[in-house]
């Protein structure tokens, strides 16, 4: 099965050593990484290349490897001076990719709501958003191709880049130089999708698995407060079906979890171990994480 990892978000306020070590004790060999998030390690500097090594070396001590940088901002924010500050501290963190040992640097797209980049908005359906969005990408995947680097966007429901339809449209207009895009089906399901999920699901891997270098674990969820995407088995989506199809297409690409804490690791992790027996390759998970 796919080989695992962790958002560092799953142990917000830990040092790195220590969140490296508790990781490594769940058999995690990936970390994907927000450079600007407290570790402990020379915090004041959070975009500096001697803490960069030092955070990459600490994490390589215990066998884990920085699968990607974490620079995740509302790249499409109404404040015009906001949304620049923000795309020249994702230019920054483009070019510490090659000091913790990756080429990857994943961000969401956004949304022009007013006060919340989560929440639907009509603008964000609109040409002008999808221009300003085309400009802004081509000008953060131009600067990536200057580092070696490469940004993966996260498309999601309710922001500008809404469905797997427009990722492959971006990335058709764009090229993949410097550019790809991240494996999360959870974030595309719509409610109708959630009543054909392995429809929905296989179209979402049919328009950006080619471009898709690191994939993502959690879950899909409606209810009266919204859409979510909470950690892994908290939701409604089917995960013996993206089992099945990160089996069959993306056997090689690193799966990463997301939005659990740190006493629900095991958990999730017994829940994806299952689902991937349940499509027939429990050895390679056994193998994968020692369970």
């Given at each position: 099965?796919?080989?695992?990892?962790?958002?560092?978000?799953?142990?917000m306020?830990?040092?790195?050593?220590?969140?490296?070590?508790?990781?490594?004790?769940?058999g995690?060999?990936?970390?994907?990484l927000?450079p600007?998030?407290?570790?402990q390690?020379?915090?004041d500097?959070?975009?500096?290349?001697?803490?960069?090594?030092?955070?990459?070396?600490?994490?390589e001590?215990?066998?884990?490897?920085?699968?990607?940088?974490s620079?995740?901002t509302?790249?499409?924010?109404?404040n015009?001076?906001?949304?620049?500050?923000k795309?020249?501290?994702?230019?920054?963190m483009?070019?510490?990719?090659?000091?913790?040992g990756?080429?990857f640097?994943?961000?969401?797209?956004?949304?022009?709501?007013?006060t919340?980049a989560?929440?639907?908005?009509?603008?964000?359906?609109?040409?002008?958003?999808?221009?300003?969005l085309?400009?802004i990408?081509?000008?953060?995947?131009?600067?990536?191709?200057?580092?070696?680097?490469?940004?993966?966007?996260?498309?999601?429901?309710l922001?500008?880049?809404?469905?797997?339809?427009?990722?492959?449209?971006?990335m058709?207009?764009?090229?993949?130089d410097?550019?790809?895009?991240i494996?999360?089906?959870?974030n595309?399901?719509?409610?109708?999708?959630l009543?054909?999920?392995k429809e929905a699901m296989?179209?979402?891997?049919?328009?950006?698995?080619g471009?898709?270098?690191?994939?993502?674990?959690?879950?899909s969820?409606?209810?009266?407060?919204?859409f979510?995407?909470?950690r892994?088995?908290?939701?409604?989506?089917?995960?013996?079906?993206?089992a099945?199809?990160?089996?069959?297409?993306?056997p090689e690409a690193?799966?990463i979890l997301?939005?659990?804490?740190?006493?629900?690791?095991?958990?999730?992790?017994?829940?994806?171990?299952?689902?991937f027996?349940?499509?027939g390759?429990a050895?390679?998970?056994r193998?994968?994480?020692?369970?």
């Open positions: 099965m796919n080989k695992l990892g962790f958002m560092s978000y799953v142990y306020g830990w040092s790195a050593e220590a969140m490296a070590e508790d990781a490594r004790s769940h995690l060999e990936y970390v994907q927000d600007k998030q407290k570790l390690v020379m915090d500097e959070p975009f500096s290349l001697v803490r960069a090594e030092k955070i990459r070396t600490i994490f001590d215990y066998g884990i490897s920085v699968v990607g940088l620079g995740y509302n790249l499409l924010n109404p015009l001076q906001k949304r620049e500050n795309v020249n501290q994702l230019e920054k483009i070019d510490l990719c090659s000091a913790y990756t080429r640097i994943a961000t969401e797209t956004g949304s022009l709501h007013p919340n989560w929440r639907d908005y009509e603008g964000n359906r609109s040409e002008e958003a999808w221009e300003q085309v400009s990408v081509d000008r953060l995947r131009n600067r990536a191709v200057t580092k070696g680097a490469i940004l993966l966007l996260e498309g999601f429901a922001n500008v880049l809404a469905t797997p339809e427009q990722a492959a449209r971006l058709e207009r764009l090229g993949t410097g550019l790809g895009m494996m999360d089906p959870f595309y399901l719509t409610q109708q999708d009543k054909r999920q296989s179209n979402i891997f049919d328009k950006i698995a471009f898709s270098p690191i994939t993502h674990a959690k879950d969820l409606y209810d009266e407060d919204g979510t995407t909470p892994v088995g908290t939701g409604q989506s089917d995960w013996n079906v993206y099945e199809l990160l089996a069959t297409h993306l690193p799966l997301e939005h659990a804490e740190p006493e629900e690791v095991a958990d999730c992790l017994r829940l994806i171990h299952q689902a027996e349940n499509v390759v050895g390679k998970v193998k994968s994480y020692g369970a």
